[in-house]
C-alpha cells in the first residue's frame, strides 16, 4: 500500500512537471528565443513581469533550455541589480526542483551504481565528506555542466539546506556578469559592453586560474 502511494505521488509530480514545461513552451513560443525577444515578451506583462520571469527560469531545467538566453534577457528586461536577484532566485528554484526530483526519484537507485563507477562513489565522498565546499566550487567553476550538477546532487548524500546555500553563492558571480552584459546588448560596444565582457572573462578565468594554481603547488 504504502509503494502504490509512493509511486502515485511519483507520477502525479512528474505530470505537474511535464504540464509546467508545455506551458512554458508555450509561453515562450520557439521563435522568441533571443534575449531581445524574451526581454519583450516579460515586460509586456508589467507588474507582473518579474514573477513570469522567476517561473520562466525556475522550469528551464525541464527543457533544457539554455540558461545563458534567460540570464541575459534578465539583464535586458530589469537591468543588472534587480537582473542579477532575478535570476539567482529563479536560479535557485530551477536547481532545487532539478535536486528534488532527482531525490525522489533516483536516490535509492543510485546506491546499487556506486559500486560499478569509481567517478559515482567519488563524487557521492566529496559530497558526503564536504558537501557545501563541493557544491560551491562546482557552481563557480564554468566547466561543470549547471543542470547535470543539479541532478547529481539529489542522487548525493548533500543534505538540502547546504545545497541551497552552495548554489545561491556560486550563481551570484556569473549572474552579475551575464546580467551586466545583457543589459548593454541594445548598445554594443559602448564602456558598458565591454566591462560585461571583462567581467564574464574575469568569472570564467579566474576560479579556473585559482583551481590549476593550488593543483600545480601540490605537485
Known sequence: ?????????????LLVLV???LLFAHVVGVSRLT?????NLIVSFGWWGPIIYIFMYSIRPLLLFPA?????????????????????????MGASLCFLLARLLGRE????YLSKFSHLQMFEDKMAASGFRTMLF???????????????????????RDYVLATT???????????VLGYSLLDIFSTTFLFGIVLVAFVFLTPLAYHLFNKNRRI
Open 1 to 13: 500500500m504504502l509503494c502504490e502511494k509512493k509511486s502515485a505521488m511519483k507520477a502525479g509530480f
Open 169 to 179: 553563492l556560486g550563481m551570484i558571480p556569473g549572474a552579475f556578469a551575464y546580467n
Open 68 to 92: 545563458i538566453i534567460l540570464t541575459l534577457a534578465g539583464g535586458l528586461a530589469f537591468g543588472p541589480w534587480w537582473g542579477t536577484f532575478y535570476v539567482v532566485v529563479g536560479g535557485v
Open 19 to 21: 504540464f509546467l514545461g
Open 138 to 160: 562546482m557552481r563557480i567553476v564554468p566547466i561543470f555542466p549547471y543542470d547535470p550538477v543539479s541532478y547529481l546532487a539529489g542522487l548525493s548524500k548533500i543534505c538540502f
Open 35 to 39: 534575449p531581445e525577444s524574451i526581454r
Open 109 to 112: 537507485k543510485m546506491q546499487k
